[in-house]
């Protein structure tokens, strides 16, 4: 078994689905000759031929649209956006094309479109947001942020064999930043199954993405202080694994929820007011937040520092939380 | 103008083009006693365009149609009674009532996409349905409809630039009928002829009567023909006028009085039944056989529409997604292995003959090369 980065698993969970399946195929900008802007598809235009990788021009609305047009004649259509911060300048053909064809007319769009999003890597205001709960929020679509090389490949795989449109949220900061060994044959990750990532008995923190990492962190800082925080890494936003969510905080009492998107309308509002709805005589503490802030991301290190949250901010509101 | 037609062919378009409009009158009576829920959207005026370019189409071809392009739908096979139970809002409709006028889809069967209400998505869409007929080796065409208000849209631009660069089995046909709800063509657009916009994507154009039914078969066909023996997307402007409001509710009083005039004397209807009497393709017999057999139909189609009920309101929660209802396979027609390594393995790298300098067509080397 040989030490896999996050990126090399995502190239190599396209390189088998395309092996695998024939009516796999990828566009996109700069994917082609040039590999991709941060090489996710470097080499597959040399094994799979220039049909199957497609460089397209600078239009994402064509990318997406063009992707549901192949899918309705059977393929499986993975579109790149070059960072996730573009996929804005899809929405329409996102949320009111794809998301509603199998609902309104019986017409299933298997595509998947994956790229990178996130921030701490100083990439400014239009190459670091998280933009999936513009997603999340819209009915037929599924939405996935993996936290693990292991996960981003399984799940990558699900999503292309899924029969809906999939958005699908690499972080770039995890990139190269993270390896780990993977198993040699074949697997997936299903789709809406959240995982525990640590155990623990006094309060849950629910996570998914670069946060996991931050949020691990912190549950080590917080060990030391004989205070043991659950991590839950929700590995997709929609479908929502509503049970593992539950089966924990009524364990623990106490949920922290932390995600890297800005604070209103983020995940942790709607997975609040699921706890609140479900487990309220369980809680034994307000359910705590820790967001970036309701303002773009913004470029100077300080500036973008002081933006995300991270370990210690994290521990913070953990620590205060277990003491409740 | 002359298409090649067979006198059956001849009395076929008759028959769609009468049936449109007839089948377009009883929705506007419906609407009027409220058994049409929302808009109601009429082709009155241009139906040549949606029937003429639809009848150029091979069985296998697929369509995208508008919201003005019902006559499309039907020569594709829809029935009347399933436009009718859309805009009834019907169980029984394609969509079960989740969507109404004719956003309807048929992927398996009739190869038709639905429409959505944002103008110019569909080219996107058909230019990825035309990739994909030749990705896995069917020699099809994909054909959709756009407004002369549309064509202002982003998505219109992105969608033709990809097809064309990707040289896509693709048919636009561009419905310029003067009016984009209650505004101009020309405060749309700053070009008297839509298909000027071709040269900018380096595709073929043509502008055709769109109230001249053969003609609009005649033009199509030939952009048919060229788009599916792979020399790139086609874009028809075809010049027609609106003569309803932009939807039933809509007087149009912005409209000079003196432009529906002139247009009421192109109307498409009378035009090509004067065709068929000149062209003697057929006489008084055929023609009221033919008006008997379309007015029969529809209320037959009616009644089976009045007879399916609503759909029961837990069907809304229905469906939003794919959970194994629909198997997903791709047709192939080609061998699979010309797509698989290493029969499918690449040098990466550009062939750049061209090295754009203002002196077209060089590179360096002194020797013209391809552009």
């Not at chain 1, 479109?113 to 819209?138: C, D, K, L, Q, W």
């Not at chain 1, 037929?140 to 029969?163: E, F, M, Q, W």
């Not at chain 2, 071709?198 to 199509?220: E, K, Q, W």
Request: proline share 6%; charged share 20%; glycine share 8%.
């Amino acid at each position: 078994m040989a030490q896999v980065t996050y990126l090399e698993a995502i190239r190599q969970a396209l390189a088998e689905e395309m092996e695998r399946d024939p009516a796999v195929l990828l566009l996109g900008q700069d994917i082609g000759v040039y590999g991709g802007a941060f090489q996710a598809t470097a080499g597959l235009l040399e094994r799979f031929g220039w049909e199957r990788v497609v460089d397209t021009p600078i239009s994402e609305t064509a990318i997406v649209g063009a992707a549901v047009g192949m899918s309705y004649l059977g393929l499986r259509p993975v579109a790149e956006m070059q960072f996730m911060d573009f996929v804005a300048c899809a929405f329409n053909s996102i949320t009111n094309y794809a998301a509603k064809s199998h609902y309104l007319w019986g017409a299933p769009a298997p595509i998947v479109i994956r790229g990178p999003s996130g921030g701490g890597v100083h990439g400014g205001p239009f190459h670091s947001s998280n933009p999936e709960m513009y997603f999340a929020h819209t009915p037929g679509l599924k939405v996935v942020c993996p936290a693990t090389a292991y996960d981003a490949k399984g799940l990558l795989k699900s999503a292309i064999r899924d029969n809906n449109p999939v958005l699908f949220f690499e972080h770039k900061f995890l990139y190269r930043r993270i390896k780990e060994d993977l198993p040699e044959g074949e697997y997936t990750v299903p789709l809406g199954q959240a995982i525990i990532r640590r155990p623990g008995r006094d309060l849950t923190i629910v996570t998914y993405a670069a946060m996991v990492h931050a949020s691990l962190e912190a549950a080590e800082r917080l060990a030391q202080e004989n205070i043991e925080a659950e991590v839950l890494d929700l590995r997709t936003l929609a479908p929502l694994d509503r049970a593992t969510i539950f089966e924990s905080v009524g364990r623990t009492s106490k949920l922290l929820v932390v995600h890297e998107d800005t604070r209103t309308g983020g995940i942790a509002g709607e997975i609040a007011a699921l706890v609140t709805e479900s487990l309220f005589d369980q809680l034994d503490g307000p359910i705590r937040r820790v967001t970036s802030l309701d303002t773009p991301v913004p470029f100077s290190p300080p500036l973008e520092e002081h933006f995300r949250p991270n370990a210690e901010r994290i521990a913070a509101a953990a620590r205060e939380l277990a003491n409740y | 103008m002359t298409a090649s037609l067979t006198r059956e062919q001849a009395q076929e378009l008759y028959y769609y083009l009468r049936l449109t409009r007839s089948l377009e009158e009883m929705l506007a009576r419906l609407f009027r006693q409220n058994q049409v829920f929302g808009g109601l959207y009429s082709s009155l005026g241009q139906e040549a365009v949606s029937i003429g370019a639809a009848y150029a189409l091979e069985p296998g071809d697929w369509i995208a149609p508008m919201i003005r392009n019902i006559g499309a739908l039907l020569v594709r096979g829809i029935k009347p009674r399933e436009l009718l139970m859309q805009l009834m809002a019907r169980e029984g409709s394609p969509t079960h009532g989740k969507d109404g006028t004719c956003h309807l889809a048929d992927l398996s069967g009739r190869h038709i996409v639905a429409p959505i209400s944002m103008l110019g998505d569909l080219i996107p869409v058909m230019t990825g349905v035309a990739m994909a007929g030749r990705y896995l080796g069917h020699k099809i065409v994909a054909m959709t409809w756009i407004g002369d208000g549309g064509t202002s849209t982003g998505a219109f631009h992105e969608g033709l630039n990809l097809a064309a660069v990707q040289k896509a089995p693709l048919v636009v046909v561009v419905e310029n009928n003067q009016w984009a709800y209650s505004t101009p063509v020309g405060r749309q657009v700053p070009l008297r002829d839509l298909a000027e916009r071709a040269r900018a994507y380096g595709i073929s154009s043509h502008i055709v009567d769109g109230n001249d039914l053969p003609a609009v078969l005649d033009t199509t066909r030939k952009a048919v023909r060229t788009a599916r023996e792979g020399n790139g997307p086609v874009l028809i402007e075809a010049k027609t006028m609106r003569m309803a409001g932009h939807a039933q509710h809509d007087p149009a009083a912005y409209v000079p009085r003196t432009m529906t005039d002139y247009w009421k004397s192109q109307d498409p209807l009378h035009r090509y039944q004067d065709y068929l009497t000149a062209q003697r393709l057929w006489d008084a017999d055929a023609k009221a056989a033919l008006d008997a057999r379309i007015e029969r139909e529809l209320a037959a189609e009616l009644a089976l529409a009045e007879a399916s009920p609503f759909p029961p309101p837990e069907l809304a929660e229905q469906g939003v997604y794919c959970q194994g209802c629909h198997q997903i396979e791709a047709r192939w027609q080609r061998p699979i292995d010309e797509l698989m390594p290493p029969k499918s393995s690449v040098r990466a790298e550009w062939v750049v003959e061209d090295f754009g300098s203002v002196e077209a067509g060089t590179n360096g080397t002194g020797k013209k090369v391809r552009s």
